[in-house]
């Protein structure tokens, strides 16, 4: 069974501060992608990522694929409260058209 | 464009009974999803389909069934509900594997 796990699984933090949301696997994709998901709604996406090394920004969130397409990070500058939210990576492995989602890591910004 | 549609929003089932959940998409994708989603967690794939007619398991199929006879739609089909399917159900579609998913609201299903 593949996994894609997130960690931390919840994180609070002030307004104004940084930080760094990690997606991990032992399996190789062929594409990530980091969702956002409010509170009784679905996902929606913020970013694919398909070449290792890749590194993409939106604002002030930086997403990193990892070089062996196997990890994925997402870098929040200067959080605030409209951040919050639950952040999940989702991945594709070659040859399947199935997604992975990862455990997700609940993020709560404080005024 | 109403992108992806689900009904019914919130549903109560007893132990044993059946029920169909409903998704309609007007974007004319070919692939379609439906996951699971229990409290705070992630999305656990249940079903897919690449296309009308086509349909595969995903991670997680047993207690369910789908079917695809158009492009739009993918019900999915829950026979003898059991406490273990209360969750938050999605749809989702897209026009390639590697492509943006859109998902719907969401039916938030409870089994007592």
């Known amino acids: 069974t593949q996994l894609l796990e997130q960690s931390p699984q919840f994180l609070s933090i002030q307004e104004g501060e940084n930080l760094t949301v990690y997606c991990n696997s032992s399996?190789?994709?062929?594409?990530l992608q980091w969702y956002r998901q409010e509170p009784g709604e679905g996902p929606v996406l913020l970013v694919t990522?398909?070449?290792?090394?890749e590194v993409k920004k939106l604002k002030r969130l930086t997403f990193q694929f990892g070089d062996a397409r196997k990890d994925s990070s997402l870098h929040i500058t200067a959080a605030q409260p409209g951040d919050t939210g639950l952040y999940l990576c989702?991945?594709?492995?070659?040859?399947?058209?199935?997604?992975?989602f990862g455990t997700g890591t609940r993020l709560k910004v404080l005024a | 464009n109403a992108g992806v549609t689900q009904t019914p929003k919130f549903r109560i089932l007893k132990i044993g009974q059946s029920m169909t959940l409903q998704c309609t998409q007007d974007?004319?994708?070919?692939?379609m999803y439906w996951y699971r989603q229990d409290p705070g967690m992630g999305l656990k794939l249940i079903y897919y389909?690449?296309?009308?007619?086509?349909?595969d398991k995903g991670e997680v199929p047993n207690g369910y069934n789908v079917s695809r006879s158009t492009t739009e739609d993918f019900p999915l089909r829950l026979e003898l509900a059991a406490p273990s399917q209360t969750s938050v159900y999605f749809c989702?579609?897209?026009?390639?594997?590697?492509?943006?998913?859109?998902f719907g609201p969401g039916t938030r299903l409870t089994v007592l």
């Open positions: 399996s190789v994709f062929s594409s």
């Open positions: 989702a579609s897209g026009s390639s594997s590697y492509n943006e998913q859109f």
């Open positions: 989702a991945g594709v492995t070659s040859g399947t058209y199935k997604y992975i």
């Open positions: 990522v398909v070449t290792g090394g």
């Open positions: 389909s690449v296309g009308a007619g086509i349909t």
């Open positions: 974007m004319n994708h070919n692939y």
